[in-house]
């Protein structure tokens, strides 16, 4: 974890197996632990690994990474379980949790919490609009 928690800023961005509609049990944590605030996008981009996607922030693109933000209760006690769950904590981490700023599908610009790889993306695929939901439908996803 690079970041501390704040009780203040309970909103995570999700984008990928946590979102509405995957039957993940950690997504379904989110829902029975959270508040479904919409669609949203940041900048940066998002790359297929395999069974998840990895998304990389970078505010100076032009490309944008879809997902969507939930407000979460009792921030701390869910936050612990995801970070376990997303590996944030082990050495040599495929993800790290940090604030970035995230636009809501009304314009609004938020800080939320969002889960971004960190390591190399040279033998994944790119996903160029950015969105994992589409990339799934569309059954490009290398399973």
């Known amino acids: 974890m690079n970041a501390e928690s704040s009780p203040e800023n309970a909103y995570l ?15 379904k944590k989110i829902r029975q632990n959270g508040t479904w605030l ?7 981009f998002l790359y297929d690994l395999g069974e998840y996607p990895g998304a990389i ?3 100076q693109s032009a490309g944008k990474v879809h997902g969507e933000v939930w407000e979460l209760r009792d921030f701390q006690k869910v ?31 938020i800080s939320c919490w969002a889960y971004l790889f960190c390591q190399s993306v040279e033998s994944f695929t790119f996903i160029p609009h950015g969105d994992y939901r589409k990339w799934l439908s569309d059954g490009k996803q290398h399973l």
């Open 79 to 109: 936050i612990i379980t995801l970070d376990r769950y997303e590996g944030v904590t082990v050495f040599n981490p495929e993800y790290v949790r940090q604030q970035i700023s995230v636009v809501l599908e009304n314009g609004n610009i």
């Open 13 to 27: 961005f999700v984008y990928g197996t946590l979102m509405q509609g995957f039957t993940n049990p950690f997504a």
């Open 57 to 59: 922030y970078d505010p």
């Open 38 to 44: 919409g669609k949203a996008s940041f900048q940066g």
